[in-house]
């Protein structure tokens, strides 16, 4: 022996991770607070969370939504990555089978076409470029999705649009290859300072990032009530929510542990702490 009891030995150890524990409680207890609201999907809006978000559109090369008119009118600026080109040509017009096809595509013309341009049609690229559609071939970039290269776009070349106040809609990004829909969920994770929501027909998902506190506005009649929180990357050792059917109080989730899917929401507010980034899911209602 030492002289060291190993008694001793062990309360120190337990005093230390105590003490580790407040020191990490304290960090959570000063960071701001980020607010999310699915008010993109009310036509005029009445609610005040967030205020004052500037949103910008990208769709995707899957299935549109049948709301995509609706983001596209609250979106400032409208992008279609690559094939998602082919889509807005496609299927817009079938959303308003009473008006003319060729007029309904002119009225939906995006601000930019941008990708590798290996899934666009020739005509689709140049009816649009026609229309004064800018096109940005990035053929040459084989190491970041279409996706990726999109919102970069965004951040680096839209300097009117104040970033903290940015929110970004991704529309067809879910359903299809699921490589693709795990690449559209890492991009979230490249930009995890800019607010990015992944849309399908059926569900939302965006980051909820460990920088900051979460307060999430619910629209209950757009959205939920099935929700869901999982932590991706990384496991969560210590998550915290209100407002839940099955709210969490520290509690640690990981892949081949506890992973919070199919919770229900059950309040107009729910607020979610956590020491990992995670994603939050929620359905939506046909609108």
Same mark, same amino acid.
């Given at each position: 022996?030492?002289?060291?009891?190993? +008694?001793?030995?062990?309360?120190?150890?337990?005093? *230390?991770?105590?003490?580790?524990? &407040?020191?990490?409680?304290?960090?959570?207890?000063?960071?701001?607070?980020?607010?999310?609201?699915?008010?993109?999907?009310?036509?005029?809006?009445?609610?005040? *969370?967030?205020?004052?978000?500037?949103?910008?559109?990208?769709?995707?090369?899957?299935?549109?939504? &049948?709301?995509?008119?609706?983001?596209?009118?609250?979106?400032?600026?409208?992008? /279609?990555?690559? !094939?998602?080109?082919?889509?807005?040509?496609?299927?817009?017009?079938?959303? @308003?089978? $009473?008006?003319?096809? %060729?007029?309904?595509?002119? &009225?939906?013309?995006?601000?930019?076409?941008?990708?590798?341009?290996?899934?666009? &049609?020739?005509?689709?690229?140049?009816?649009?470029?026609?229309?004064?559609?800018?096109?940005?071939?990035?053929?040459?970039?084989?190491?970041? =999705?279409?996706? $990726?290269? /999109?919102?970069?776009?965004? +951040?680096?070349?839209?300097?009117?649009?104040?970033?903290?106040?940015? +929110?970004?809609?991704?529309? #067809?990004?879910? #359903?299809?290859?699921?490589? $693709?829909?795990?690449?559209?969920?890492?991009?979230?994770?490249?930009?995890?300072? %800019?607010?990015?929501?992944?849309?399908?027909?059926? /569900?939302?998902?965006?980051?909820?990032?460990?920088?900051? $506190?979460?307060?999430?506005?619910?629209?209950?009649?757009?959205?939920?009530?099935? /929700? !869901?929180?999982?932590?991706?990357?990384?496991?969560?050792?210590?998550?915290?929510?209100? !407002?839940?059917?099955?709210?969490?109080?520290?509690?640690?989730?990981? @892949?081949?542990?506890?992973?919070?899917?199919?919770? %229900?929401?059950?309040?107009?507010?729910? =607020?979610?702490?956590?020491?990992?980034?995670?994603?939050? =899911?929620?359905?939506?209602?046909?609108?």
């Amino acid at each position: 022996m030492n002289g060291v009891s190993p +008694c001793g030995t062990v309360v120190r150890f337990v005093s *230390h991770v105590a003490t580790k524990r &407040r020191e990490k409680e304290a960090v959570l207890l000063v960071m701001e607070v980020m607010i999310h609201s699915s008010s993109f999907l009310i036509p005029s809006t009445h609610a005040d *969370h967030p205020p004052s978000l500037t949103y910008a559109l990208v769709l995707l090369n899957q299935r549109l939504p &049948r709301f995509t008119p609706l983001l596209w009118n609250h979106a400032q600026v409208r992008l /279609c990555a690559d !094939g998602g080109a082919n889509r807005v040509f496609d299927e817009l017009p079938l959303l @308003f089978p $009473h008006e003319d096809a %060729i007029e309904v595509r002119k &009225r939906y013309k995006p601000d930019l076409i941008k990708g590798d341009m290996d899934s666009i &049609r020739a005509e689709v690229l140049d009816f649009y470029a026609s229309l004064g559609t800018k096109v940005v071939d990035e053929s040459h970039d084989q190491d970041t =999705t279409d996706l $990726h290269k /999109c919102i970069a776009y965004i +951040c680096d070349f839209t300097p009117h649009m104040e970033k903290s106040n940015l +929110c970004i809609l991704v529309a #067809g990004a879910l #359903g299809g290859r699921f490589d $693709h829909e795990a690449g559209n969920i890492n991009v979230l994770y490249n930009f995890s300072a %800019i607010r990015i929501i992944l849309l399908s027909e059926d /569900c939302l998902i965006h980051l909820l990032p460990k920088t900051h $506190h979460h307060e999430i506005y619910i629209q209950s009649n757009v959205v939920g009530p099935h /929700c !869901g929180l999982i932590p991706i990357g990384m496991p969560s050792g210590s998550t915290s929510t209100t !407002g839940l059917r099955w709210d969490l109080n520290g509690t640690e989730m990981r @892949f081949g542990g506890l992973v919070s899917t199919s919770n %229900i929401v059950d309040a107009d507010k729910i =607020t979610v702490r956590s020491d990992s980034d995670l994603l939050w =899911t929620m359905s939506i209602k046909n609108l």
